[in-house]
Structure formats: C-alpha cells, structure tokens
C-alpha cells in the first residue's frame, strides 16, 4: 500500500449522486441512494452493526452473488443484515439512470432494491483502495457502523468462506 492511503482520500465522483471519501483501515464514507430513491450514508447508516456488504463490478456477477445469498440464507428473516454495492464507472447523469433504470426493473420488490446502492465510481481506485486486485471476483465484506472492515472474501460461495463471514457478523 501506498503511504497516501494511510492519509484521508477522496475518491471524485464527478456529477454523481454518491461521495466517497476513504481512509486506509476504515471502510469509505460514502453518500448515495438505493434503488427506492432513499439517500443514505455509509457506513454510519448501514442497517446494523455489522452488516454485510456483497460488491459486485459487472452485471454478470448478479448470478455469483445470488449463491452467496442462498448459501448463506439471506432471505431468511433470522438473516443478518446485508446490502449489495454494484461498483459502476461514472459516465455521467444519463448513464446513471440508465443504470439504475435497468436494475429497478429488474428488481421488483421494494424490498429488495432497499438493499441495492449503487456506487458510480472509478472501479480501479474502489479495488485499490481495499487490495481488491481484480473485479472479476464479487467481494463480501463485514463491516462496522464506525467504518471498521473486520472481515473480507473473495469470489465463489464456499462453506469455509461463509463460516469466515459468519464469524465475524457475530
């Protein structure tokens, strides 16, 4: 890691609807809405503490994600609290909505896209920021209300990485 990320950084989210600002050991503080329209700010406003967090940077691994969320049970009412963070390069307004436009229909229940915040940033600088070294894998991540990560896997569902996560949602 680089001696800057032990320094307060912002991550610039020209003309977006979400700010990023990072520090080195503690999750970004990041503003943005979910898919209902709800502005948030995480981490201080994640729904509990931990949540998990599931990131994705492609379309295609919706499909990676969804086993993580039956293997672990998520849909359960017992579930622990979880949002799912689409990292998505920022093109602008019209990009924006296109974006979010085609999740929302594809997420019908408002529930559902409760859970949905998508993040339109650079992926390359959110991946460096957490030594994500690529963005062909999704990323689950355990994290505090105060910004704390205690917990990170990578790719695949697997009983040895859920046991990880359930660990230290506890």
């Known amino acids: 890691m680089s001696p800057a990320k032990s320094i307060l950084i912002a991550l610039t989210l020209a003309i977006s609807p979400a700010t990023l600002y990072a520090q080195e050991t503690i999750f970004p503080r990041v503003d943005t809405v979910d898919l209902n329209g709800r502005e948030v700010s995480f981490p201080d406003?994640?729904?509990?503490?931990?949540?998990?967090?599931?990131?994705?940077f492609k379309q295609k691994q919706q499909d990676n994600l969804n086993e993580w969320i039956n293997g672990m049970n998520l849909a359960a009412a017992d579930a622990p609290a979880w949002v799912e963070l689409p990292v998505v390069p920022n093109y602008?307004?019209?990009?924006?909505?296109?974006?979010?436009?085609?999740?929302?229909?594809?997420?019908?229940?408002?529930?559902?896209?409760?859970?949905?915040?998508?993040?339109?940033?650079?992926?390359?600088?959110f991946r460096s920021?957490?030594?994500?070294?690529?963005?062909?894998d999704v990323y689950l991540l355990v994290v505090e209300q105060d910004g704390t990560v205690r917990e990170?896997?990578?790719?695949?569902?697997?009983?040895?990485?859920?046991?990880?996560?359930?660990?230290?949602?506890?």
Request: proline letters at 5%.
């Open 45 to 56: 406003q994640l729904p509990a503490d931990p949540t998990l967090v599931l990131v994705a």
């Open 92 to 125: 602008g307004a019209l990009w924006r909505g296109f974006v979010n436009g085609g999740m929302r229909s594809g997420i019908t229940k408002t529930d559902d896209r409760a859970r949905v915040f998508t993040i339109f940033v650079d992926p390359e600088r």
């Open 129 to 136: 920021f957490f030594d994500m070294p690529t963005e062909n």
């Open 152 to 170: 990170t896997v990578r790719g695949d569902y697997s009983q040895q990485k859920a046991d990880l996560i359930r660990a230290a949602l506890n």
